[in-house]
């Protein structure tokens, strides 16, 4: 254990080293788990649906899962390695583990939780560790209710200083807003974004939700079925999707068919639904001919202006008509039909209500758009299976 030593900073305290080279092997009944990853001083996020594997990487990390291969390294200190006979035991690991619901003895009270992983040291350093904790995470006055009695914001920060208390190299959190209700999510989204502020600490963090994964990762693992599809920054995964699973999982909700026509330096020219699209920064290795999957965000479409005489003049101009809504709180999600299009629909727009009246769709469906070239992101289409 490392006990609080005075005048450090809260960065010395918790370490300034976090980066992670991570590769978990396990077999199954049934599933294989093969993820290798890196990162180097980011928030990392494992994103991907339930069952993907991302749990069981974790609990690798933190030494609680058996591997049958692989190799872990944390801040430079390998914890585990198949060929060289390394296997740090969890409890000298200096990781700190978050699990789903938190796992909280319900009969101890919030000091007795938070102090539970700390008889190595002295009582008195126990206890100056313990009121650190409270003060950090914002429990003063809960010190001797029983977390039974907590509501579960509450129950979560308790979870978190308990796992800090004995200032972990890195923090592992395995679903941490899943039981909570939306208001709370963001709330503790926040204070734990605060909190890595504070302490300089290492996270990762197991999600499926898709807002947690965008709003707190800086470098995002897209793991599904035991395999990373991508990892890369927010921008990377979310905006250039490697395959067209990644793009699913990811939301992106525009992804439609195209041909390859043109490629002209860095711009790739596309045909589908006879529109001719261009999509730069697309065209490495792509040939004429080629089938493609084509990406858009449903909010970086543009729709045209009343106003706008100029509007034509932009690249990638679509005309189509609105055949269907959907009313969220504070967005309004349009299905378009493309002119000259057979579908049902085509596109999926998001924008604001705000924005939605100030264009005058409540009244015309019939509208014009346009696409960024930079914005249309191209993945070459899988072969079909055999």
Not at 335 to 355: K, M, Q
């Amino acid at each position: 254990m490392i006990p609080v030593r005075a005048n450090m900073t809260d960065r010395q305290l918790y370490g300034e080293g976090s980066g992670l080279a991570i590769h978990v092997r396990r077999r199954l009944p049934g599933f294989s788990l093969d993820v290798a990853f890196m990162a180097n001083r980011q928030r990392v996020v494992l994103f991907g649906p339930s069952g993907a594997g991302k749990s069981l990487t974790l609990q690798a990390v933190a030494g609680i899962a058996r591997l049958d291969g692989g190799r872990i390294v944390v801040a430079g200190e390998t914890l585990y390695d198949s060929e060289g006979g390394i296997n740090v035991p969890p409890q000298a690991r200096r990781v700190g583990y978050v699990p789903q619901r938190y796992a909280l003895f319900s009969h101890l009270t919030v000091e007795q939780n938070i102090g539970y992983g700390l008889h190595r040291l002295q009582a008195t350093e126990r206890q100056a560790r313990v009121r650190e904790m409270v003060s950090l995470m914002g429990l003063g006055g809960l010190e001797r209710r029983r977390t039974s009695e907590l509501s579960g914001g509450q129950q979560q920060r308790v979870a978190l200083a308990r796992a800090l208390a004995f200032s972990p190299r890195i923090l592992l959190l395995d679903e941490p807003f899943s039981a909570l209700d939306v208001p709370l999510r963001g709330e503790l989204r926040n204070e734990l974004l605060n909190l890595e502020e504070k302490t300089g600490i290492a996270m990762m963090i197991v999600t499926h939700d898709l807002a947690d994964a965008f709003l707190l990762g800086q470098r995002i693992v897209v793991i599904d079925n035991g395999r990373v599809l991508q990892e890369g920054s927010q921008e990377e995964v979310f905006y250039r999707p490697a395959t067209r699973k990644v793009a699913e999982l990811v939301g992106i909700r525009n992804i439609f068919p195209a041909t390859v026509i043109a490629v002209e330096g860095e711009s790739a020219y596309l045909e589908w639904n006879q529109v001719r699209l261009e999509a730069k920064n697309s065209s490495q290795g792509l040939q004429v001919g080629q089938r493609v999957d084509v990406c858009i965000r449903p909010t970086q479409i543009m729709i045209r202006r009343p106003e706008d005489a100029a509007f034509r003049g932009r690249m990638n101009v679509l005309d189509g008509a609105i055949v269907d809504e959907v009313i969220n709180a504070e967005t309004y999600r349009l299905f378009v039909r493309v002119t000259h299009s057979t579908n049902r629909s085509d596109l999926e727009i998001e924008l604001p209500g705000n924005t939605y009246f100030r264009l005058g769709l409540d009244r015309n469906k019939a509208i014009e758009m346009s696409i960024r070239p930079d914005l249309l992101h191209v993945i070459p289409a899988a072969a079909p299976s055999p």
